[in-house]
């Protein structure tokens, strides 16, 4: 299963959860191969070009939509070339900073940055990735001006979060979660509509700024042409994943 991210951040730890599940179900080795960068257009033409039989998936996450219009120019198209296999989970990001920063809820945090214009710096998975694109819809909606520095991942931007080389970012909860239940980063809001049941203390940025929601999801990919009975049987054994409630709750974090 290549997934065309780092290890560490959500994509990866939802790949590596739902990989073991698959090996101990079809008793079969399932490696995952983290192949970042090119905000996941490496390693999703790695799988547009590997053989049709089955034995290289993709980890498909919101990034792939958001290519196929931020990339004029693609060697692949992925809607025809990434034969769906099955949806595994849609799950919020979270705005978090550095504990120098000292705002501790959104109305602050505007007031902070717009108090040092060009100087707030925000880290990202990477240039269009949901987290870039959660942070510039903030700017656009709030008069902020965030400058984006892009990683390659969740994981090295998290590093420099932590870090205080940059001030905030836009991040899965699954790669942040020990963070911010540790103290080495504070959560200011999740962007979902609604608020997370993993930090349910935690405000929604749409409470302070009205219409203002993303997303991440992730799913499960193969090349175009795999076979009708593999795509089937993986999509059979990812939904009895999805089923079972151990499966559940780590998703939820996701």
Known sequence: MIVPAPAGGGTDIVARLIG??????????????????????????????TPADGYTLLLVAAANA??????????????????????IARAPEVMLVNLSVP?????????????????????????????????????????????????????????DVIGGQVQVMFVGTASTIEYITSGKLRALAVTTATRSEMLPDVATVGEFVPGYETSQW???????????????????EINAALADHKIKARLAGA
């Open 20 to 49: 073991q599940w698959l090996s101990e179900r079809l008793g079969q080795q399932f490696v995952i191969d983290n192949r970042p960068g090119g905000g996941g257009n490496i390693g999703t033409e790695a799988v547009v070009r």
């Open 66 to 87: 958001i290519n196929t219009s931020l990339y004029e120019k693609l060697s692949f198209n992925f809607i025809r070339d990434i034969a769906p296999v099955a949806s």
């Open 103 to 159: 705002a501790k809820t959104i109305p602050e945090f505007i007031a902070y940055a717009k108090s040092k214009p060009g100087k707030t710096n925000m880290a990202s998975a990477g240039k269009g990735t949901p987290s870039h694109l959660a942070g510039e819809l903030f700017n656009m909606m709030t008069g902020v001006d965030m400058v984006h520095v892009a990683y390659r991942g969740a994981a090295p931007a998290l590093t």
């Open 218 to 236: 992730y799913g499960v990919g193969a090349p175009k042409h795999t076979p009708a009975e593999t795509v089937d049987k993986l999509n059979k």
